[in-house]
């Protein structure tokens, strides 16, 4: 077995030399050098249950305002959470200031798997990449492609995410000592380009004759993986507020979801459905809403417009950023946010004339 595994690390990162993605981010496997660990940090966090194609634009925006860590660390919290405005998870953006500043006050990035897991905001997958593919440290990387490549290799059997430790197991004697970060590399770039989820293209694959699932014809029952509970429905009610061609926005708590970022005013978020205003004005209830995911659930929100006369309307409870209502688009509102934003703009040529 031992030899076979072997056989298959060796095919694995042959593949990688003649196949492997062009990423901003990644040193090319011909290069055989490691990387500055700042934009494999960076990249790992934008990474997280966000695709290669959404980072691409944030990860260069950012390497071009904080070329380095300690820039980073340095830079003011509300240019960080604006520019980082519909990447989505919005407490990776708080967790990378923290462990920017962090590590900016250490001298530099902990070398090991272990010495990453302290940073804010990384966990045991992203600790594991940052070690092997920065520092060269021969750990056992799972993210999403390469659980799903070794478990159709192996035909492991087991429910994830309860199996991981056998699928950690089985993968790591595929690790190579010499190149553990190309390695890990090269089992993602095959999970995203040959051993996808639906359709794999299994005659392409350069693990074909070893792969246990694929012989079977069953690469697509696997991984094996606990049904998904359905996510609850709740409701809400943001409020466009203007004033003198100026909309009302605010600056959301830091902890919670879509912590620190600007947002539209509105009500807290609940089962029923909740249109309660804030102050008497002549408000109007626009017909259509915003549909939007979170990881647990699906929240519905309702807009409701109206201009004030006067800016002392507004209650104690509001603090409002007044942003022009031609800047609102670039103000970096998360994209539940910006969504309403458009949509209140859309409707209010209508709303002004009636």
Not at 100 to 111: D, I, L, M, W
Not at 129 to 140: K, L, N, R
Request: hydrophobic share 50%; aromatic share 8%.
């Amino acid at each position: 077995m031992a030899v076979d595994q072997q056989i298959i690390a060796a095919k694995l990162l042959g593949w990688y030399d003649r196949h492997a993605r062009s990423l901003p981010w990644r040193v090319p496997p011909d290069e055989r050098r490691r990387p500055d660990p700042y934009p494999v940090w960076l990249s790992e966090i934008m990474l997280q249950q966000t695709t290669v194609a959404a980072v691409g634009p944030y990860f260069a925006r950012f390497l071009a305002l904080w070329p380095t860590v300690d820039a980073l660390a340095a830079a003011d919290d509300a240019d960080v959470m604006r520019e980082w405005a519909g990447l989505g998870y919005y407490a990776r953006a708080r967790n990378l200031l923290a462990a920017a500043r962090v590590v900016a006050a250490n001298g530099g990035f902990p070398e090991t798997e272990a010495g990453l897991r302290g940073l804010p905001g990384v966990g045991p997958y992203t600790a594991a990449a940052i070690a092997a593919i920065a520092f060269g440290e021969p750990t056992v990387v799972i993210d999403g492609n390469i659980e799903r490549v070794t478990s159709r290799l192996f035909a492991l059997p087991d429910v994830l995410p309860a199996g991981r430790p056998r699928l950690a197991a089985a993968l790591a004697p595929l690790v190579s000592p010499d190149r553990p970060g190309d390695s890990a590399q090269a089992m993602m770039d095959l999970g995203a380009t040959i051993c996808t989820p639906r359709k794999p293209l299994c005659a392409a694959c350069p693990l074909a004759a070893a792969c246990a699932a694929g012989l079977a014809g069953t690469a697509e029952a696997f991984p094996v993986k606990a049904p998904r509970r359905p996510r609850t429905l709740k409701h809400g009610t943001v409020w466009w507020i203007e004033h003198g061609g100026q909309v009302a926005l605010v600056r959301r708590p830091a902890k919670g979801l879509l912590g620190g970022m600007l947002a539209l005013p509105g009500t807290d978020w609940g089962a029923a459905q909740d249109h309660a205003l804030p102050f008497p004005s002549d408000w109007r209830l626009l017909t259509e809403g915003v549909r939007h995911g979170f990881t647990h659930f699906e929240l519905e929100l309702k807009v409701a417009s109206t201009a004030l006369a006067d800016r002392r309307q507004l209650p104690p409870g509001i603090d409002p950023v007044w942003t022009g209502r031609a800047d609102v688009a670039a103000a970096g509102l998360p994209t539940l946010f910006a969504r309403a934003a458009a949509l209140a703009l859309a409707h209010l040529p209508l709303l002004e004339g009636a």
